[in-house]
């Protein structure tokens, strides 16, 4: 039988993406939880990826595999039972990397930014976000997820932190960033999401996350 284990933090977007993919596989793995404190990592962590000392990592039968996006991928080709995280064809592939990423390095960051600042910084930020948002508003016209699909993919497990994470942040600011109003196939999406058996016990604890940020934001 395989060895899976899956080196994360509890409260990071990026290691759940990697149990939700698994759990969707049907995949049984032991997960082992990292304090990311800098002199706390373990040995182990340091070990398997040694380039960005970050969680999570993936090790597979002693194989590391490390950064999120990279991870959902060997995953859906190394698992072929359950449905798949990748669309087949080349094109919905290769849009499906496009959007993931685009996720991560645009949207992430001006979600971010807009909820750390503060004043007239934080109202260039909201708009900015809100700009990058509206692309993804626009990609789930008619769609349940982002793949078209019934069944949760690529972009939607990316998308994890935009739908649960940013909206608990956002709120613990004051700031509305995401309205029915504004994005109303977003907030749908968040709802189908967030309340999808296979997504559902892989989030953490709304409040606990809360209190986690409420320390951390100030």
């Known amino acids: 039988m395989a060895e899976v284990k899956v080196f994360g933090f509890w409260s ?5 993406r990697v149990e939700m993919a698994l759990k969707l596989k049907g995949v049984e793995y032991e997960y082992i939880e990292e304090d990311l404190g800098n002199s706390n990592k ?4 340091l070990q398997y990826n040694p380039v960005h000392k970050k969680v999570p990592v993936l090790l597979h039968n002693g194989k590391p595999i490390a950064e999120s996006l990279v ?5 859906d080709e190394t698992w072929k039972n359950g449905p798949s995280i990748l669309p087949k064809n080349p094109y ?6 496009f959007w993931a990423k685009f ?5 992430v960051p001006a979600m ?7 004043g007239e910084e934080q109202e260039k930020g909201k708009e900015e976000a809100q700009e990058l948002l509206k692309f993804l508003e626009n990609e789930l016209k008619g769609k349940k997820f982002f793949g078209g699909a019934d069944s949760i993919g690529l972009v939607d497990i990316a998308a994890n932190s935009v739908g649960y994470w940013y909206v608990i942040i956002a709120e613990l600011v004051g700031l509305k960033i995401i309205t029915t109003e504004k ?3 977003l907030c749908r999406w968040i709802d189908e999401y ?3 058996s296979s997504v559902k016990e892989h989030l953490p604890d709304r409040e606990k996350l809360a209190e986690y940020f409420r320390a951390h934001l100030t």
């Open 12 to 16: 990071s977007p990026y290691s759940r």
């Open 92 to 97: 919905d592939r290769a849009m499906a990397r």
């Open 42 to 45: 373990s040995p182990q962590l």
């Open 71 to 75: 991870i959902l991928e060997y995953i």
């Open 183 to 185: 994005f109303p196939n």
């Open 194 to 196: 967030v309340n999808s």
């Open 112 to 118: 971010w930014k807009a909820c750390s600042s503060t």
């Open 103 to 107: 996720i991560d390095e645009k949207c």
